[in-house]
């Protein structure tokens, strides 16, 4: 593939069909987000155990000129199955070694920005940023690094985050532990108000 978003769609003679999400026979449609490493058959790889467990790819975009934190491809996949096969779809995906980010009702409904500034490539960033995912139970759905002075010295960074809804004090507190430990400043959103 070239370094252009990819697209795939199903076509569907039922203009209907967009405009609803559960279809006759108790079909239901989905959509899987992953990450994937950049390499030849990845893609193929990780749309595999969707067919194998009888699902049926409606829509793919593959967005290759995009990177994620932890320097991976994000993939939206669109499908739809019988809903008692759908958790059996996300655990094949799983069990291939896919990271799936977000699953049908796993998504998350909330969305906060932090700016944690200090020696953030120094303290490993890959670390931190980890760290986030798995303590404050979130997804970094961007990140924007500023270092002026060069990646020795004081720097900043943006982090949008994904998370369940109502757990933002939960996640903001598990960030400023995080940042306590690496010594960072955590400026925080303005609760109540509009997120960055």
Do not use: W
Request: net charge negative; with cysteine; glycine share 8%.
């Amino acid at each position: 593939m070239d370094a252009c978003d990819t697209e795939v769609t199903a076509v569907s003679n039922d203009p209907a069909d967009d405009e609803k999400a559960e279809t006759d026979g108790g079909v239901r449609a989905y959509t899987v987000r992953l990450e994937l490493v950049d390499e030849p058959g990845e893609l193929l790889r990780a749309l595999a155990p969707i067919a194998d467990n009888g699902g049926n790819l409606l829509s793919i975009h593959h967005e290759r000129g995009s990177i994620t934190p932890r320097g991976h491809i994000p993939v939206e996949v669109d499908l739809e199955s019988p809903p008692d096969r759908f958790d059996g779809i996300v655990e094949a995906l799983r069990d291939a070694g896919v990271n799936v980010i977000q699953a049908g009702a796993e998504h998350y409904g909330e969305e906060i920005s932090v700016v944690l500034v200090g020696n953030i490539v120094e303290t490993d960033l890959s670390d931190t940023l980890s760290k986030i995912e798995s303590d404050a139970n979130a997804v970094v759905r961007d990140l924007s690094l500023t270092a002026p002075d060069g990646t020795e010295a004081v720097s900043s960074a943006r982090i949008r985050l994904a998370i369940d809804s109502g757990q933002s004090d939960a996640a903001l507190s598990a960030i400023r532990s995080i940042g306590s430990d690496k010594e960072l400043t955590v400026v925080e959103p303005l609760l109540g108000g509009e997120t960055a």
